[in-house]
Nanobody
């Protein structure tokens, strides 16, 4: 199963980007959808996740700046990223099929976000 992530690119410090993730309908409604990111030399970390009913959770580092959402009719998930910081530079991955205690088994290919001053 392949998730399709898009929307990454180069953004200025303090700028905004919006990531999108398209998932097959067979898995979109199952479990928790999430965004993870991995910066060079660091472990992959959870950025935000959203349940099928719309309940959300964010990493402390992005609270108040990022907003995760989903469109159940289109099997899409989004990550609106505002007030970008240099430490947000990473490859962002969408993930599907997760639970509260573990990551899902389905991953997108990753989309690179670079924040420059």
């Amino acid at each position: 199963v392949q998730l399709q992530a898009s929307g990454g690119g180069l953004a200025q410090l303090g700028g905004s980007l919006r990531l999108s993730c398209a998932a097959p309908g067979s898995i979109f409604s199952i479990g928790i959808m999430a965004w993870y990111r991995q910066a060079p030399g660091k472990q992959r970390e959870l950025v935000a996740r959203i349940g099928s009913g719309g309940i959300t959770e964010y990493a402390d580092s992005v609270k108040g700046r990022f907003t995760i959402s989903r469109d159940n009719a289109k099997n899409m998930m989004f990550l609106q990223m505002n007030s970008l910081k240099s430490e947000d530079t990473a490859v962002y991955y969408c993930n599907a099929g997760g639970t509260l205690s573990k990551r899902g088994d389905y991953w997108g290919q990753g989309t690179l976000v670079t924040v420059s001053s």
